[in-house]
């Protein structure tokens, strides 16, 4: 079974938004265009807030969008694929397998999928 490719440059997709299979770099690129967008709006709204105050004289009567600083990413986006079953059971990381045992266990626990947890046991070969 293949991966979808991104619609944006071809790299192998994680994940889709609308009909659109979209890579690491594309999405985190997709996410910053929405913050910004985001802040923009907001930025506005706060304007025009200070433009009613201004008009009608009364000050502070209106909450204003706090404006978040915007996150700014340094260095290499990069994804990793761990395919654990063509892996000998010798050279697993099993300190990730364990956490991620205890997480699944949890929520079976909390969600009551017990029929998931068997199908999915056999799969990390426990």
């Not at 996410?31 to 706060?46: G, S």
């Not at 364990?98 to 068997?118: E, F, H, M, R, Y």
Request: charge should be positive; proline fraction near 6%.
């Amino acid at each position: 079974m293949s991966m979808a490719a991104c619609s944006q440059c071809g790299k192998p997709a994680v994940v889709g938004v609308g009909d659109n299979p979209l890579c690491v770099n594309c999405l985190y690129k997709f996410q910053q265009a929405i913050l910004m967008r985001d802040r923009m709006l907001k930025e506005e709204v706060n304007f025009l807030i200070g433009q009613m105050e201004a008009v009608s004289s009364i000050y502070g009567l209106f909450p204003r969008y706090a404006l978040p600083e915007p996150v700014i990413h340094q260095g290499p986006m990069n994804f990793h694929n761990i395919k654990v079953d063509s892996m000998p059971k010798e050279s697993r990381s099993w300190g990730i397998l364990k956490a991620l045992v205890t997480n699944i266990g949890t929520q079976v626990a909390t969600t009551g999928l017990a029929v998931l947890w068997d199908a999915i046991r056999p799969m990390l070969g426990l």
